[in-house]
């Protein structure tokens, strides 16, 4: 016999022994008590039980990946659960989008124990969760598995999209959760199971090969066989010859290093691939690429064992800039700026405020040479004071947060990203755009709301632009 033990404890109990003969002969009810077969079966189904009125089961399966959050969709029955809550199914699907209406609670209902878990997100839709391998809720993090986030889409259908923490998932693995919904009285049960599955290895022949300049180009659906582009996978080549199947970039879409060959976001990359609306589109990595020089990627479409080879070469022009510098001796000048947002747990930012023609006629530059200047730390950005938080070594700014930008703590003095970090500020810089933005930090900052003040001052060449800067976070939004 299988033996679980309990203590039956601080009972006060009137009249006959009789009230625990279903022990049968277990006569030391203050005691341990060893439970038969059939009372750990009883158990284990209340363990499993699900407390709902209505339960629907998905399944979904995507490819695991080690540094994609990517994943699937499972369509979910909401005429089903409009119909066991009494309500429409527009008036439910707004609602589970967070935009008002009747009052329905989106929660969890954990994996080991089933029981309820009244958080209604911790990922990042309105409904949805992270969830570990046992199907319990998890923040993002190591023992994350799948992430599920709820959609209700214009054409009235409701989506869960079920993604993956990259490389923690391994080949064939299940994960089971449930997310839940109660109205009024009535409860639903949604449980997916998320089943991680590993790529084979291509093995493909080349009917066709196109060797490209151009930024885009049209493969040949003819010689693949396939009826759409729907239809057709991408891959691109690995240093060893073989095939990269897990798209690194926008899907479907990889990264490349310096080399042209499969790479991912970093130092190393040089230009990315991606496939839309019947062209390959092609983008670099901001700062990695200089002037004149060239790189050569094969994208590749693949469908059916069949592999028509795209080779693109890509070649980085000088950027054109449209703009004439003012005229005029630069001269220095003293802003005040406000920048404002509710908090928000979401790494949201401000609306940016746009800064770039008291840019240039502070500096007498165009936008570009601007963004030139401070890509290549010629024009600097202190906090408070010029040389505040400089490096040791070199004497330019040590930045703590996105270049050009700080994180900052509650006096507006720049500090390194952690416990003292409260807020941010950055200089968005672009070819054609100068902008400041802020966004506060999800846990040290109070949601109550607080505001920071602080200096920022653009230097060059002896002309300082100063801002200003009051950051004002107001009080978290109410939530229903």
Not at 110 to 115: D, I, K, L, R
Not at 191 to 205: D, H, N
Not at 354 to 373: G, P, W
Not at 401 to 420: H, T
Request: hydrophobic share 35%; aromatic share 12%.
């Amino acid at each position: 016999m299988k033996k679980l033990s309990y203590i039956l404890s601080g009972l006060l109990i009137a009249g006959s022994s009789a009230f625990f003969s279903s022990c049968g002969d277990n006569k030391d009810f203050w005691g341990p008590h060893t439970l038969t077969d059939d009372e750990m079966e009883i158990k284990r189904q209340q363990r499993e039980r699900i407390d709902a009125d209505l339960i629907l089961n998905y399944t979904v399966e995507f490819f695991i990946s080690g540094n994609s959050y990517d994943g699937g969709d499972v369509k979910i029955d909401m005429d089903k659960i409009a119909s066991e809550f009494g309500i429409s199914k527009d008036a439910l699907g707004t609602a589970l989008n967070g935009d008002g209406g009747v009052d329905v609670t989106g929660f969890a209902i954990e994996g080991s124990t089933h029981a309820d878990n009244m958080t209604s997100s911790n990922s990042g839709a309105y409904w949805g969760h992270w969830w570990d391998k046992d199907g319990n809720v998890k923040n993002w993090g190591d023992e994350a598995m799948v992430f599920a986030e709820f959609e209700y889409t214009e054409g009235g259908e409701g989506i869960f999209h079920v993604g993956q923490f990259p490389g923690h998932l391994v080949a064939d693995q299940e994960v089971k959760f449930i997310e839940a919904l109660k109205y009024q009285d009535k409860r639903v049960a949604i449980v997916i199971t998320a089943i991680g599955r590993e790529r084979g290895e291509v093995k493909a022949t080349v009917v066709a090969s196109n060797k490209l300049t151009l930024e885009t180009a049209d493969a040949a659906l003819a010689a693949l066989g396939a009826g759409s582009w729907a239809d057709v996978d991408w891959v691109c080549t690995n240093a060893d010859g073989s095939y990269a199947q897990e798209y690194s970039a926008d899907a479907p879409g990889f990264w490349y290093d310096k080399e042209g060959f499969s790479g991912a976001w970093g130092d190393n990359a040089s230009v990315f691939a991606t496939f839309q609306e019947g062209q390959i589109l092609i983008g670099q990595m901001p700062g990695q690429m200089t002037a004149g020089s060239t790189v050569t990627i094969n994208f590749s479409a693949m469908y059916n064992n069949k592999i028509v080879e795209n080779i693109i070469t890509v070649t980085i022009k000088e950027y054109e800039d449209p703009e004439t510098a003012p005229e005029g001796e630069p001269a220095s000048i003293e802003k005040d700026i406000t920048l404002t947002k509710p908090y928000d747990a979401e790494w949201g930012d401000t609306e940016p405020l746009d800064v770039k023609e008291e840019l240039r006629q502070c500096f007498k530059m165009t936008t570009y040479q601007i963004f030139k200047a401070l890509k290549s730390g010629e024009m600097k950005l202190w906090v408070g004071e010029i040389g505040n938080k400089a490096n040791e070594e070199t004497g330019e700014p040590a930045y703590t947060g996105e270049a050009p930008g700080w994180w900052l703590n509650g006096e507006g003095a720049p500090v390194s990203y952690g416990e003292e970090s409260v807020a941010y500020v950055f200089l968005g810089i672009a070819e054609d755009a100068l902008t400041f933005y802020g966004g506060n930090h999800p846990e040290n900052c109070s949601p109550n709301g607080q505001t920071i003040k602080t200096k920022y001052i653009i230097e060059y060449n002896g002309v300082t632009a100063t801002y200003n800067i009051t950051f004002n976070i107001t009080a978290a939004a109410a939530t229903r």
